[in-house]
Nanobody, 117 residues
Framework: QVQLEESWGGLVQAGGSLRLSCTASGSIGMYTMGWFRQGPGMQRELVASIRREGYTDIADSVKGRFSISRDNVQNTVFLQMDSLKPEDTAVYYC????????????WGQGTQVTVSS
């Protein structure tokens, strides 16, 4: 069992930046780590993920503005968000998964990001 805790969400003006952190209760070395978001009335969507080898996938909607990184020593994953837009407003969730995912698929409680115009 892995517990995830997100932090450093908040309110920011359009064009600003935030850096979200997600700290795990145990080792994340074997996990693919991801950030998802769910806006008002929207389905949860993948924002970015990073595999244990360091390969990253970034959603087209945030490509060039967001980046994901991980620190396997500190068991933390980061989401750097630059040039924020009002449409980035959402609850951001951290995810950790590894095979078999039916047994190893964990979520944080989420952190609110609000971007004002």
């Amino acid at each position: 069992q892995v517990q995830l805790e997100e932090s450093w969400g908040g309110l920011v003006q359009a064009g600003g930046s935030l850096r979200l952190s997600c700290t795990a209760s145990g080792s994340i070395g074997m996990y693919t780590m991801g950030w998802f978001r769910q806006g008002p009335g929207m389905q949860r969507e993948l924002v970015a993920s990073i595999r244990r080898e360091g390969y990253t996938d970034i959603a087209d909607s945030v490509k060039g503005r967001f980046s994901i990184s991980r620190d396997n020593v500190q068991n933390t994953v980061f989401l750097q968000m630059d040039s924020l837009k009002p449409e980035d407003t959402a609850v951001y969730y951290c995810n950790a998964k590894r095979p078999p995912t039916r047994l190893h698929d964990y979520w944080g409680q989420g952190t609110q990001v609000t971007v004002s115009s």
